[in-house]
Every structure is written in C-alpha cells, then in structure tokens.
C-alpha cells in the first residue's frame, strides 16, 4: 500500500517532464527513423510517405562514407570540431571559474559578467563580428591589423586555408560561447563549497593549485560530470554558427560543415532537399550521441557516484 501511494505521487510529479519527453523527443525521433526508411524528398509527404525504401539510405550513407570525399571532410569535421571545441569547453569553463573563485567578489563578477556576453548576444550578431574579424580581404579586422603591423603583405583568406583554417575559426566561434556555460555551473558548484574548507587550507599555507586538487576537485565530480556529458551532446548536435560562417563563405563549406549542419542543409537546405538521407544521418546522429553519453558516464564512474553512501564504519 506504501509503495502504491509512493509510486503514484513519483508518477505525478514526473508526468509533465514525461510528456514533454514524448512529445518532443520520442515521437520525432520515431518519425525521423521512419522517414529515413522511406525516398522523402522535397516534403513531398503524399508522395513519399509510404515509398519504403529498407535501408537504401543508409547503404548511400555508407557508400559516400567510402567514396565521396566531401561527405568525408564532414565527419572529419564533426569529429575536430567536438573533440577539440569539448576540451576547450570544459576546461576552459573549468579554469575561468576557479580564476574567478579566488578573486574578490567585485572583480571576480565583472570578469565573469564578460565572459557572458557572447552567450547574451544574438547569434547573428555574434557571428557577423568574428565574420568581419576573420574576414578573408583587406576589410576584415584581423588582416588589417597584421598588414598595419607589416607581418604580412596581402590579406589572408583564414576560414579558406582547409583545413585547420576553418576548423580554428569555426572551433573559436563556438568555443568562445561553450566556456561560458561550463563557467556558471563550476562557479555555482565552487559557491557551495564551505568557506571554511578553503580558509583552513590557506591558514596550512597550501597554494591555489594545491587547493584545487586536492579540495575543489573532488568536491565537483557531479558538475564535471553534468558539463562534460552536457557538451557533447550540444556540440554533436549544434549547426547555428555553422550555418552563419558557411553560408556567408567565410568558412570552407566542407571543412566547415558537421554532420548537423549537413543533416539540416540535406533537409532544408536550397535546391533538391532529400528528407530520407537527411533522417538517416539523423538517427546516425542519435546513436553517436547516446554511445558518447553511456561511454562517458562509464569511463567517470556514474555508476559509482549513485550509490548510497556507505556511511560510518
């Protein structure tokens, strides 16, 4: 009887975030597996909605995995981009807030306070500033101060240089708004540490970085957790800034596109839109992701941290 009444108010309180799990979650992505079983092109919902296909998508999937070099460039693109942008991302925001940890409350705000402003901006704007800045001719902000400083003679079209050019700008871009995120939730984690811990330590005259490792550190294992985790999966799955830098060719289109961006310009983009090569890629993409998350919560112990405590002995 306990246990009913127990499972009932559970059911209750977690009946909303249910539903927006299903609604917004589960039935796309049932739709998205269906669909990339099917010839969908153009939206043409009556036509191809029942043109079942088997696999067929996923077997071009395959063949312009082995044979196209452009559909190469994308997944090596993809695997740069998360890869780098994720380090950056956490250990940037893991750094910025342990900077700010030990400063006095005045500086240490406005200093986060900056840090932010990229995430406050509109994404347009964001964009359109690094377009300028990174632009390839004698109007973009970077060349122009190199060619003043005489370093260099004629403008340097960066995001053009495949494909560490691109991938730089596009890595920059987006790390540059990633580290804020990882910053407000190690900041947080940082503020419920008790003072006294800290004030203790230096009374015993260990530094800042002996402070980190040996008390800080393992105080936040669930928010390293959670931004590691978090991270990965955003950047999987981001294309926005993309999406800027490229169509406004700043960027190389093939060393600047992952596999988001490919899934969204396959779908929607100009010209032929092919929806059942789009929603493969996608359900690609979603087993990428949930592999990422499960190799991640394994390789940090998850498991391990759940556990209840074991208490005195």
């Known amino acids: 009887m306990k246990f009913d009444s127990r499972f009932r108010a559970l059911s209750f309180f977690l009946s909303p975030m249910i539903i927006m799990v299903a609604l917004f979650y589960l039935i796309p992505l049932i739709l998205t597996i269906y669909i990339s079983f099917t010839g969908m092109r153009n939206w ?6 029942h043109d079942f296909v088997g696999t067929y998508n996923y077997y071009r999937l395959v063949h312009m995995f082995k044979y196209d070099p452009t559909f190469k460039a994308v997944i090596l693109t993809t695997i740069v981009f998360v890869g780098i942008t994720l380090i950056i991302n956490v250990l940037g925001g893991l750094g910025l807030a342990l900077a700010t940890f030990f400063m006095s409350e005045k500086p240490g705000s406005a200093f986060r306070l900056l840090w932010l402003l990229p995430r406050m901006s509109p994404i347009a704007v964001y964009s359109l500033v690094w377009y300028y800045f990174f632009h390839g001719s004698s109007i973009g902000t970077l060349n122009a101060i190199l060619m003043r400083l005489g370093l260099i003679n004629q ?30 939730v190690f900041t947080s984690a940082l503020n419920q540490i008790p003072k006294e811990l800290v004030i203790a330590a230096r009374v015993d005259g260990a530094s800042a970085w002996q402070i980190s490792r040996r008390i800080l550190f393992p105080l936040m294992k669930w928010h390293f957790l959670y931004v590691l985790t978090w991270q990965f999966l955003s950047l999987l799955t981001t294309y926005p800034h993309l999406f800027l830098l490229v169509e406004w ?24 839109q092919d929806q059942g090569l789009a929603a493969a890629a996608a359900v690609i993409l979603s087993i990428l992701g949930i592999i990422g998350g499960v190799i991640t919560l394994k390789v940090l112990k998850f498991e391990e941290m759940i556990k209840k405590p074991r208490g005195d002995l």
Do not use: C, H, K
């Not at 992952?258 to 010209?271: D, E, K, P, S």
């Open 44 to 49: 043409n919902v009556e036509r191809y909605l």
């Open 155 to 184: 403008p340097i079209p960066w995001g053009q240089n495949v494909p560490w050019g691109a991938w730089s700008i596009i890595i920059f871009v987006n790390g540059l708004v990633g580290v804020s995120f990882g910053m407000i």
């Open 249 to 272: 060719d700043l960027v190389d289109r093939d060393y600047g596109t992952t596999l988001a961006l490919y899934v969204f310009n396959t779908a929607f983009g100009r010209g032929e």
